[in-house]
């Protein structure tokens, strides 16, 4: 199947810091991923939905200036979480869906990205 | 609004056969998926059903209704390595994926 790769798979940061979390789709082109937040016990919650070329479209909830996502090509969409807090600490997940000959409408997920600030 | 239904949490034995449901109801339906997740992993697809009728991938088999808004996931001769939480989640008319909150499966010896 297709494999979606997402860096890093652990990060710790300080209070008021900003880190970057990378999502490949490596062998198939997807205009579309997804970018899922997870806290613990609970189930994946959709946060945005990246657009190669366009801006993201955000859940209701979710703070667009403190979650930046970019998606500057078709293999490559990016969430950047802004000014962390303790509260932002969760795991982080991504998918995209291969919208070339190869769609099956099936999603295929990063690893995930367990995020802690301290 | 938009709602997915499945058990919280169902115990079941090694070897044994365990059915674990989901029923929706959401905007729209452009499929229905079953995924895996091992705690602190991201989950793993199962299965995606968008006509009714049964599916059948190896000891795991997934059941769609649409007209009934009811699906089930099937799994045989369970094994240790089957213990995991199990996600319902339906493509709705705008390609969105709505999720259930997951039913852990606790597989004893």
């Known amino acids: 199947g297709a494999v979606v790769s997402q860096h890093p798979s652990w990060v710790i940061c300080k209070s008021g810091t900003s880190v970057k979390i990378e999502c490949r789709s490596l062998d198939f082109q997807a205009t579309t991923m997804f970018w899922y937040r997870q806290f613990p016990k609970q189930s994946l919650m959709l946060m945005a939905t990246?657009?190669?070329?366009?801006?993201?479209?955000?859940e209701q909830g979710v703070e667009k200036d403190k979650f930046l996502i970019n998606h500057a090509s078709l293999t490559l969409s990016t969430l950047t979480v802004t000014s962390a807090h303790p509260e932002d600490s969760s795991f982080y997940i991504c998918s995209a869906r291969d919208t070339g000959d190869g769609d099956t409408g099936e999603l295929f997920f990063g690893e995930g990205s367990r995020l802690t600030v301290l | 609004g938009q709602n997915i239904d499945q058990p919280t949490e169902m115990t079941a034995t090694e070897g044994a056969i365990v059915q674990i449901n989901c029923t929706y109801q959401t905007s729209g339906f452009n499929g229905l998926f079953w995924y895996q997740q091992h705690a602190g992993e991201a989950p793993t697809f199962l299965s995606y059903?968008?006509l009714d009728g049964l599916e059948e991938k190896g000891r795991f088999s997934s059941f769609l209704s649409r007209s009934k808004g009811y699906s089930y996931l099937l799994l045989k001769e369970l094994q240790m390595k089957d213990s995991a939480s199990y996600l319902c989640a339906v493509m709705d008319s705008n390609y969105q994926l709505i999720w259930g909150a997951g039913t852990k499966l606790i597989i004893k010896p």
């Open positions: 059903n968008v």
């Open positions: 990246s657009n190669e070329g366009s801006k993201a479209t955000y």
